[in-house]
């Protein structure tokens, strides 16, 4: 299979939006500006050090936001080009509403005083969202003023549009090369990775030279680009096609290479060796605490993958062996959260979800619904499953914003259709009081009884999921409600029974569970009971079921919309886990359960990272 599924084709729209690489904090790199002020450098450095005691779990001398403050005001006296464009650039990442509008004034305040990443910014945001011709070639305007200064960001963004044809400009692969070209002399780790992606595919047919793709992969990997390493990884790690070159497997090489990284200090380099160690992967010992060094120095350098982890880490603690008296990692949830914060402002889905999650409990900040379906709904718009699902429960209980039952349908549909089970259930509840309409052929019962056999026959659903489905599935036999429209009720108590056993064998203590068992096998004889029973036990064996687990908690109710309602705290990975969440389906008062975690990965693995520019 070649590489080429690891490289994103370029498109206007989505091309990368280049600031500052290597930043010393949040994406900001005062060795990138010319002749910062003493009183910016001094911001930063203050940022990058709070940061540093962040990642260590400990409180700053200065915390962020304060040195954030302070930049808002340098940029509001409007003198300092740096300042202008930093508040631009952490406005833009802060995803609060009209923070794009926001931050294009500061970025047009500072490029009209000549800063060259505000000019590469403000253009393209510029061409990317304007519709006429004209204004778009006015954004591509900045950016080739701030490519001619001699930013490499924007050189690289010139290639892009030289490549496409785009915004009225002719394709141009030979000055793609170019700009590309000068800006790797310089140094540049992203460019080369570009190089790269140009010679094994978007340079176009003629263009093609994967010994050529092949060496500037490893030049962008050795320079400590994330992207590459990630790609490289991926190959040594496994061995795979690059494009007609066929590489074989040599994990040696692939430990080698980001040791060195990382010994350099090289953030992407850091976070992989954290990740090896953690695991145990490719020949490398397990050793948590040389695993959470290392993360802890890639959170350090802004790397947002480690902050995940690191933030689950702290979230819930660490014990790797409870009967050694020693504890890895102390719980400390305010750390956990201003870690997923920073992460959150790269707009890391699962970063935004964990955000969320602490507002809609009140851990270590006051409890607001308000903010937690705004992370929920970013986290949601980025494709985390998880948080898709507690978009509709927000919405259907009208908690942190107007009750919406169509909207709430909308993104319970989307959950269900990344393959969230918790979407199908409470699809299903929707169904059942009439607020989903099955069409003309199919009754409300039948479209949830649909999507609660579906639930049940899914191949990876949590327990309480499985538990409601079948608790409801049961209910409506037991009702006699799966019955053509107009039809008289008619109720069979077999499939109430066999549905309210399974429930019951999932969660024996359960009250409910067991008085709807009571319920239904009062209307049986003993020999249909009998022959149920007998039937779920062979095929409980035939299946190899394991251990029933234990019973389920009672769901807990979403916050309403003004109200201190209950919430669930999330659920982090064990050491090496992938980070992965998977709430519990929705009852009828809209109840959300805690996360799960995802199965450990058998192999390495590795994947493009979602973090790096």
């Known amino acids: 299979m070649m590489l080429k599924t690891f490289f994103v084709a370029v498109t206007f729209s989505a091309f990368a939006l280049h600031a500052?690489?290597?930043?010393?904090?949040?994406?900001?790199?005062?060795?990138?500006?010319?002749?910062?002020?003493?009183?910016?450098?001094?911001?930063?450095?203050?940022?990058?050090?709070?940061?540093?005691?962040?990642?260590?779990?400990?409180?700053?001398?200065?915390?962020l936001q304060t040195a954030i403050d302070r930049i808002r005001a340098m940029a509001n006296e409007g003198k300092?080009?740096?300042?202008?464009?930093?508040?631009?650039?952490?406005?833009?990442?802060?995803?609060?509403?009209?923070?794009?509008?926001?931050?294009?004034?500061?970025?047009e305040k500072a490029s009209n005083l000549g800063q060259l990443q505000a000019m590469n910014n403000y253009g393209f945001i510029l061409a990317g969202s304007a519709q006429e011709l004209e204004k778009t070639q006015e954004g591509v305007g900045y950016i080739k003023r701030a490519a001619e200064g001699g930013l490499n960001a924007a050189r690289r963004n010139m290639a892009a549009i030289y490549l496409g044809g785009l915004a009225g400009e002719a394709k141009d692969a030979d000055r793609a090369l170019e700009l590309l070209g000068k800006a790797a002399e310089e140094g540049?780790?992203?460019?080369?990775?570009?190089?790269?992606?140009?010679?094994?595919?978007?340079?176009?047919?003629?263009?093609?030279?994967?010994?050529?793709?092949?060496?500037?992969?490893?030049?962008?990997?050795?320079?400590?680009?994330?992207?590459?390493?990630?790609?490289?990884?991926?190959?040594?790690f496994d061995g795979k096609t690059f494009g007609a070159k066929k590489v074989e497997a040599d994990p040696a090489r692939a430990v080698a290479t980001f040791s060195k990284l990382a010994d350099q200090g090289v953030p992407a380099g850091l976070r992989t060796m954290g990740e090896l160690y953690a695991a145990g992967l490719a020949g490398v010992e397990k050793d948590f605490p040389r695993?959470?060094?290392?993360?802890?120095?890639?959170?350090?350098?802004?790397?947002?993958?480690?902050?995940?982890?690191?933030?689950?880490?702290?979230?819930?603690?660490?014990?790797?062996?409870p009967a050694d008296g020693k504890v890895e990692v102390t719980p400390n949830p305010a750390a956990a959260l201003e870690l997923y914060r920073l992460a959150a402002r790269n707009n890391v889905p699962v970063a935004l979800y964990n955000v969320g999650i602490f507002y809609e409990t009140g851990r270590s900040v006051d409890q607001d619904p308000a903010k937690a379906f705004s992370f929920f709904l970013q986290a949601a718009g980025g494709g985390f499953a998880p948080a898709m699902q507690k978009a509709g429960v927000y919405y259907l209980?009208?908690?942190?914003?107007?009750?919406?039952?169509?909207?709430?349908?909308?993104?319970?549909?989307?959950?269900?259709?990344?393959?969230?089970?918790?979407?199908?259930?409470?699809?299903?509840?929707?169904?059942?009081?009439?607020?989903?309409?099955?069409?003309?052929?199919?009754?409300?019962?039948?479209?949830a009884a649909d999507a609660y056999m579906k639930v049940i026959g899914a191949p990876r659903v949590a327990p309480a999921t499985r538990f409601e489905a079948l608790l409801r599935l049961g209910g409506l036999h037991f009702r006699g409600a799966l019955v053509p429209a107009g039809e008289a009720l008619a109720p069979d108590f077999e499939q109430a029974y066999r549905y309210f056993k399974q429930a019951s064998n999932l969660a024996p203590e359960n009250?409910?569970?067991?008085?709807?068992?009571?319920?239904?096998?009062?209307?049986?004889?003993?020999?249909?009971?009998?022959?149920?029973?007998?039937s779920l036990a062979g095929a409980s064996s035939a299946a190899?079921?394991?251990?029933?687990?234990?019973?389920?908690?009672?769901?807990?109710?979403?916050?309403?919309?003004?109200?201190?309602?209950k919430g669930t705290a999330s659920e982090v990975n064990a050491p090496g886990a992938a980070a992965s969440a998977a709430p519990a389906a929705m009852s009828p008062e809209g109840a959300t359960a805690a996360p799960a975690a995802a199965e450990e990965e058998k192999k390495p693995g590795f994947r493009l990272p979602i973090f790096g520019r």
């Open 20 to 63: 500052a690489v290597a930043a010393s904090a949040l994406g900001l790199n005062t060795d990138e500006w010319t002749r910062p002020s003493p009183e910016m450098v001094a911001q930063v450095e203050a940022m990058e050090a709070a940061m540093v005691a962040m990642a260590k779990g400990e409180k700053p001398a200065v915390d």
């Open 80 to 107: 300092d080009k740096d300042a202008l464009f930093a508040m631009g650039f952490l406005i833009q990442q802060s995803n609060q509403p009209n923070a794009l509008a926001e931050a294009m004034a500061f970025y």
């Open 188 to 236: 540049d780790n992203q460019a080369m990775f570009e190089l790269a992606q140009y010679y094994l595919e978007l340079g176009g047919p003629e263009k093609v030279d994967d010994d050529k793709a092949w060496e500037w992969l490893n030049k962008a990997a050795d320079a400590g680009n994330p992207n590459a390493l990630a790609s490289l990884g991926s190959v040594l």
């Open 291 to 321: 695993a959470l060094d290392y993360f802890t120095r890639a959170a350090q350098g802004s790397d947002a993958a480690a902050q995940v982890t690191l933030a689950g880490y702290y979230d819930q603690g660490v014990d790797l062996d």
């Open 397 to 447: 209980n009208g908690a942190g914003t107007l009750k919406d039952p169509v909207a709430a349908s909308g993104w319970f549909s989307r959950a269900a259709a990344a393959g969230l089970p918790e979407g199908l259930l409470s699809l299903g509840v929707m169904a059942e009081s009439g607020l989903v309409g099955g069409g003309p052929e199919i009754t409300p019962a039948g479209t």
């Open 511 to 534: 009250e409910m569970a067991t008085n709807t068992l009571k319920e239904a096998a009062a209307k049986l004889t003993p020999e249909q009971i009998k022959k149920i029973d007998d």
């Open 544 to 565: 190899s079921v394991p251990a029933a687990p234990a019973p389920a908690p009672a769901p807990a109710p979403a916050p309403s919309a003004g109200g201190k309602g």
